[in-house]
């Protein structure tokens, strides 16, 4: 069995672990014009605030900003343009089962090229986080910082 590959990251959104607890994830192709894709080989866009949806048996993805390109003239596009996400139509019955449950949302986490040169998504199935769910993570990763300085200086000397 082949083990995945990391590849780069566009961009990410770091909002989404901070607010969801992600359940599932999905690898979503982009519907992208020409302009978009070299605005993204530039690393301009952003993923802050932007959210997927269902309508019939179409995914779309919304807010979510790429810069115009620089060169790009008449032929740049929206920048907060609705984006069309492609699946298997197998992945879009099962994000509409899972999506339906209360309090869950499918929200992107990052864009990047895979190994082909071809701009994906990879969308997560998010519930809500609570304010004491938040509070929690942030004692958590404060206690393990804390404790890494203490193994980091120990082993100085």
Do not use: W
């Given at each position: 069995?082949?083990?995945?590959k990391?590849f780069?990251?566009i961009?990410?959104?770091?909002?989404?672990?901070?607010?969801?607890?992600i359940?599932?994830?999905?690898?979503a192709g982009?519907?992208?014009?020409?302009?978009e894709v070299?605005?993204?080989?530039?690393?301009?866009?952003s993923l802050?605030g932007?959210?997927?949806y269902?309508?019939k048996?179409?995914?779309?993805?919304?807010?979510?900003?790429?810069?115009?390109?620089?060169?790009?003239?008449?032929?740049?596009?929206?920048?907060?343009?609705?984006?069309?996400?492609?699946?298997?139509?197998?992945?879009?019955?099962?994000?509409?089962?899972?999506?339906?449950?209360?309090?869950?949302?499918?929200?992107?986490?990052?864009?990047?090229?895979?190994?082909?040169?071809?701009?994906?998504?990879?969308?997560?199935?998010?519930?809500?986080?609570?304010?004491?769910?938040?509070?929690a993570?942030?004692?958590?990763?404060a206690?393990?910082?804390?404790?890494?300085?203490?193994?980091?200086?120990?082993?100085?000397?």
């Amino acid at each position: 069995m082949k083990k995945k590959k990391e590849f780069d990251p566009i961009v990410t959104n770091k909002d989404a672990g901070r607010d969801y607890f992600i359940l599932d994830r999905f690898e979503a192709g982009i519907v992208l014009s020409g302009c978009e894709v070299k605005s993204l080989r530039e690393h301009k866009a952003s993923l802050a605030g932007s959210f997927a949806y269902l309508i019939k048996d179409e995914l779309y993805l919304r807010n979510c900003y790429i810069a115009p390109y620089l060169q790009g003239g008449r032929e740049n596009v929206e920048p907060l343009r609705e984006r069309k996400l492609l699946l298997h139509r197998s992945q879009i019955h099962k994000l509409k089962i899972q999506s339906v449950e209360r309090g869950s949302s499918l929200v992107p986490l990052r864009m990047y090229f895979n190994e082909r040169g071809i701009a994906k998504v990879e969308l997560g199935i998010g519930k809500g986080k609570k304010s004491y769910d938040k509070r929690a993570d942030i004692k958590k990763r404060a206690a393990q910082r804390d404790i890494d300085r203490q193994v980091k200086a120990k082993n100085r000397g």
